[in-house]
């Protein structure tokens, strides 16, 4: 970076900034939309920082991690900001600063040979592991693999580092099926009984041997596409058995009883965001990567597929712009470096500070969509003609199923005439109900998730952070956000997203 912002830098006094400067810190999951964006703010904002190592797992497209990096994270839209800004400084911090590491998390040792994993070991002074499947029904064997299992690789590291910091990206939703106010504290499972340890974590040891001896017994009895669908259902009714409503959020609670446990004494921050969307300012208002959880349906609704969901209007809908999911994660790293080894639990979130309703997120975006469509032309092929209504889960069913069999029969008729192409109206009807099951718990909140600990960690760290930094859900402007900004992003980004850059090494650009 220049001299000029390093010296801007020093003049504003963050803690942040000067916590930061000169460390190294390991991150996990930059793959993904929320890693993007962190490494993409670290890089921006703390010019200083020693390094950033990058765990990469190789795919065939690009076994290498510093291929991968290059090919598929550095020329991501999220960089448009710092290119635009300082194109070669840059290209230089990358170059220097960014150290790509090939490797796997849910294997031993990072999939490392062992010289290789200490050599590592002893290059970094904090870990962040976003690495997860988000797959709301995934299957069992896979969630476990990544969202609960990994973590003792990260442990591993953790303790052959010297005991460094453990920064833990969770979710919100581990709170599971329980209702009220959800605290930044170890969540109680609303299902069957776990015990809890003296300590406050949960004791899990024993129900994941359970959970793997019932995987196994599915694995000797099918394989193929049967298989793949019996471990998705395993999931999804251990996961309602205990307490969750799928397999994601209860392997992540598993994680964190998993990290309680093995890091007792140790430094480790857990960060739970609720429902991730596209940024407020940071890279660019509205930037995002992919279709998330509300996007699905809004998708859904403006290509014509469905008009009717089961929601509660009046419930509080927890969304939460991912810049400030990045800014949370950065602040949770500069005072886990700067203060004594603890456990803290943060949640980055909406709902407490800043609610908004389901019935209110709706009425925005319908609004939006009844005057000014046309500038969505990625989302809006056309008007909608039909409005989306969110109805009580009972006389959702009711509605689907009556409306099915009249046209399951209108279908079969049609087959036996010869016509072959499905009716457009089941097909819908189809889409519907698939969104219901994966995302219908989220549209039905009977919960409020609270952050007074993290809106108390940014006010610790000072008015300059807090702007630098910012995390607080009051900076949200609901109907500007939704109407303006997530739509635009939506159509700008999630549905036209592709390379802008090609990021040659350093050597390959002096050749040239």
Request: charged share 25%.
């Amino acid at each position: 970076m220049t001299e000029h912002q390093k010296i801007e830098f020093g003049e504003s006094q963050s803690k942040v900034a000067a916590q930061l400067s000169g460390k190294r810190v390991l991150i996990t999951g930059t793959t993904g939309f929320l890693g993007k964006v962190v490494l993409e703010k670290l890089i921006r904002a703390v010019p200083d920082i020693g390094g950033i190592y990058l765990l990469i797992r190789g795919n065939k497209r690009h076994p290498d991690a510093r291929e991968r990096f290059l090919n598929e994270i550095a020329c991501s839209s999220v960089f448009e900001r710092l290119r635009s800004e300082n194109g070669e400084d840059f290209d230089e911090f990358v170059d220097e600063r960014v150290v790509c590491v090939t490797g796997e998390v849910t294997e031993t040792q990072f999939g490392l040979s062992p010289e290789a994993f200490q050599a590592l070991a002893g290059k970094v002074d904090a870990i962040i592991n976003s690495a997860a499947s988000v797959n709301f029904r995934e299957e069992l064997d896979k969630a476990l693999a990544i969202n609960t299992l990994s973590l003792n690789s990260i442990v591993d590291f953790a303790a052959a580092a010297g005991d460094i910091p453990v920064i833990q990206v969770s979710t919100c939703y581990v709170n599971g099926m329980n209702s009220g106010m959800a605290e930044e504290t170890v969540v109680q499972p609303a299902g069957a009984d776990i015990p809890r340890s003296e300590q406050g974590y949960y004791e899990i040891d024993e129900l994941i041997r359970l959970l793997d001896d019932k995987v196994a017994d599915v694995r000797s009895r099918y394989s193929g596409k049967v298989l793949e669908k019996k471990l998705v259902d395993l999931g999804i009714r251990e996961a309602n058995h205990y307490g969750w409503s799928d397999t994601y959020t209860f392997t992540k609670w598993l994680g964190e009883q998993l990290l309680l446990k093995s890091l007792a004494g140790k430094s480790l921050t857990i960060l739970r965001p609720s429902i991730i969307e596209s940024a407020l300012e940071e890279p660019a208002p509205g930037w995002i990567e992919g279709v998330k959880v509300a996007d699905a349906i809004i998708l859904a609704y403006a290509r014509g597929k469905v008009t009717v969901f089961p929601g509660k209007r009046s419930g509080i809908i927890d969304v939460i712009p991912v810049d400030l999911v990045g800014n949370s994660i950065i602040l949770s790293l500069a005072e886990a470096l700067a203060e004594p080894a603890e456990h803290r639990i943060y949640q980055c979130c909406s709902g407490s500070r800043n609610p908004i309703s389901l019935g209110e997120f709706i009425d925005h975006l319908m609004e939006e969509a009844r005057v000014n469509y046309a500038a969505y032309d990625q989302l809006f092929y056309r008007k909608p003609s039909k409005p989306f209504i969110a109805i009580d889960r009972t006389l959702f069913n009711t509605l689907i199923s009556g409306a099915r069999m009249p046209l399951s029969l209108a279908s079969r008729a049609l087959k036996l005439v010869g016509q072959t192409r499905e009716l457009k109206l089941l097909k819908n009807l189809d889409t519907t109900q698939s969104l219901a099951t994966i995302f219908g718990f989220y549209t039905a909140p009977d919960y409020i998730f609270r952050n007074d600990k993290l809106l108390a960690l940014a006010e610790r760290m000072g008015a300059v952070d807090e702007t630098l930094f910012p995390v607080d859900s009051a900076l949200i402007d609901w109907e500007r956000y939704l109407r303006k900004t997530h739509l635009a992003g939506l159509n700008k980004y999630a549905l036209k997203e592709r390379k802008l850059y090609s990021l040659k090494s350093r050597k390959a650009r002096k050749a040239a």
